[in-house]
T-cell receptor
Framework: DTAVSQTPKYLVTQMGNDKSIKCEQNLGHDTMYWYKQDSKKFLKIMFSYNNKELIINETVPNRFSPKSPDKAHLNLHINSLELGDSAVYFC??????????FGPGTRLTVT | AQRVTQPEKLLSVFKGAPVELKCNYSYSGSPELFWYVQYSRQRLQLLLRHISRESIKGFTADLNKGETSFHLKKPFAQEEDSAMYYCALLNQAGTALIFGKGTTLSVSS
């Protein structure tokens, strides 16, 4: 069984569009995260959610908004996509300060 | 400031050679450090965390507070070890991982 899943795996879209990436975890974890991996493979935290509350937001443009319908899901909505948003986005989850489990990633290409 | 530094972007070794992937950190207090591995186009997987002191796939890492280092070592590299390795630090609040820039390990025969 997949612990952390993301859809879609690949997303190609044009500048200015609005898109969403979905993430689900079946581990019963209480915290979920979104990380961005840029073209240089540098990984940086974007958001984390604990019990449906946003607890950090690292200088991410407000075009990006996380939405958590329940504890097992943390979706990422992106408005007015820009070329610089092209990256791989990883969802992750953890229980407290323990190991973070990562999803397979969503490769976003903005043309 | 909380920071992780991996000074080597690429490390190339021959099969059977020893490997050491360097990681230095900056942190106030007792750090919680991890090594994650990412095989080609796959998800990140936890390789080690310092508090468990386990050896996974022959890799070990020791926390050296005096040198603020958490280097990853393996005595005999295998071709299947070729991957991107990230050193990561749990931030003070315990709410996110701070990653180094990663080191690509390439093992050739």
């Amino acid at each position: 069984d997949t612990a952390v899943s993301q859809t879609p795996k690949y997303l190609v879209t044009q500048m200015g569009n609005d898109k969403s990436i979905k993430c689900e975890q079946n581990l019963g974890h209480d915290t979920m995260y979104w990380y961005k991996q840029d073209s240089k493979k540098f990984l940086k935290i974007m958001f984390s959610y604990n019990n449906k509350e946003l607890i950090i937001n690292e200088t991410v443009p407000n075009r990006f908004s996380p939405k958590s319908p329940d504890k097992a899901h943390l979706n990422l909505h992106i408005n007015s996509l820009e070329l610089g948003d092209s990256a791989v986005y990883f969802c992750a989850s953890s229980q407290d300060r323990n190991e973070q489990y990562f999803g397979p990633g969503t490769r976003l290409t903005v043309t | 400031a909380q920071r992780v530094t991996q000074p080597e972007k690429l490390l190339s070794v021959f099969k059977g050679a020893p490997v050491e992937l360097k990681c230095n950190y900056s942190y106030s207090g007792s750090p919680e450090l991890f090594w994650y591995v990412q095989y080609s186009r796959q998800r990140l997987q936890l390789l080690l965390r310092h508090i468990s002191r386990e050896s996974i796939k022959g890799f070990t890492a020791d926390l050296n507070k005096g040198e603020t280092s958490f280097h990853l070592k393996k005595p005999f590299a295998q071709e299947e070890d070729s991957a991107m390795y990230y050193c990561a630090l749990l931030n003070q609040a315990g709410t996110a991982l701070i990653f180094g820039k990663g080191t690509t390990l390439s093992v050739s025969s």
